[in-house]
């Protein structure tokens, strides 16, 4: 069984920086890609970033380029989410995800497991 657990979110003010962590457990995810989404109350779960497992190829939505990095770690199997120049546009629940492919990709359907999800604030 699968399970991704989110952690490292909180408040932070406008300017700061966050480093969320998913930490990955029940399988081999050497052929697994694995992402960030984020939901705010009433929309639907928009595509962050994605890094593939096996050869750490990336994938951003425009939005986040130059201010979000997604990393992994190998050895701990756990995914990162750098965050920095934070706007109070960025305050949201944040969800780690994770495909049985090496492929990226933005779209929520094509993601097999959820983490729980972390909150984000970022006050002004």
């Known amino acids: 069984q699968v399970q991704l657990v989110e952690s490292g979110g909180g408040l932070v003010q406008a300017g700061g920086s966050l480093r969320l962590s998913c930490a990955a457990s029940?399988?081999?995810?050497?052929?697994?890609?694995m992402a960030w989404f984020r939901q705010a109350p009433g929309k639907a779960r928009e595509f962050v970033a994605a890094?593939?497992?096996?050869?750490?190829?990336?994938v951003y939505v425009d939005s986040v380029k130059g201010r979000f990095t997604i990393s992994r770690d190998n050895d701990k199997n756990t995914v990162y989410l750098h965050m920095n120049s934070l706007k109070p546009e960025h305050t949201t629940v944040y969800y780690c995800?994770?495909?049985?492919?090496?492929?990226?990709?933005?779209?929520?359907?094509?993601?097999?497991?959820w983490g729980q999800g972390i909150q984000v604030t970022v006050s002004s």
């Open positions: 995800a994770a495909r049985n492919r090496v492929l990226p990709t933005t779209e929520a359907f094509e993601y097999d497991y």
């Open positions: 029940g399988r081999t995810f050497s052929a697994y890609t």
């Open positions: 890094i593939s497992w096996s050869d750490g190829r990336t």
